[in-house]
């Protein structure tokens, strides 16, 4: 929606849900699409993600949100029409904060598009703040003089 397009093979949803809530919502994905590991309750425990494949075979991630960053991110979504039907989608400023994590060359290479495609829209304030949290959280200055030198390049 926000970057370069290419091909994916799988979906990840975001959600918030109460610790409380988790087994019942489980149980409930289980009867819409199938897990893809063994004992669903603890891998979300132990990852705060749940893999699922659909009839179809898309593989989905569900993925329980809990750190502020994610929160915040649910909180900010924006509707997008897909063949006429509102979907939440994550703000392109958040989808930067949230691939800029990652240490695969294809999340980092999402960043770029996403800067390239949304320039001159872009809450760069928003970013700026916002990564270097998150950098110097993880301990991860990497993270924060990738987005400095893109940001002097692109923008």
Not at 24 to 41: A, M, N, Q, S
Not at 62 to 79: T, Y
């Amino acid at each position: 929606v926000w970057g370069e397009p290419r091909s994916t093979l799988d979906i990840d949803i975001t959600i918030q849900a109460r610790k409380d809530d988790t087994k019942k919502l489980i149980e409930h994905l289980k009867k819409l699409c199938y897990p893809r590991v063994t004992d669903p309750g603890e891998f979300v425990r132990e990852t705060s993600v749940l893999p699922m494949v659909t009839e179809d075979e898309v593989r989905i991630d569900i993925i329980f949100a809990g750190l502020p960053f994610e929160l915040e991110a649910i909180r900010r979504a924006v509707d997008r029409e897909i063949r006429g039907i509102p979907v939440r989608f994550i703000t392109p400023e958040d989808l930067i904060v949230h691939k800029i994590i990652s240490e695969r060359q294809k999340d980092w290479k999402d960043v770029r598009g996403i800067v390239t495609r949304q320039k001159g829209k872009l809450d760069i304030k928003y970013l700026d703040k916002h990564i270097k949290e998150l950098a110097d959280m993880l301990e991860r200055p990497e993270m924060w003089n990738s987005w400095f030198k893109w940001k002097e390049e692109i923008l």
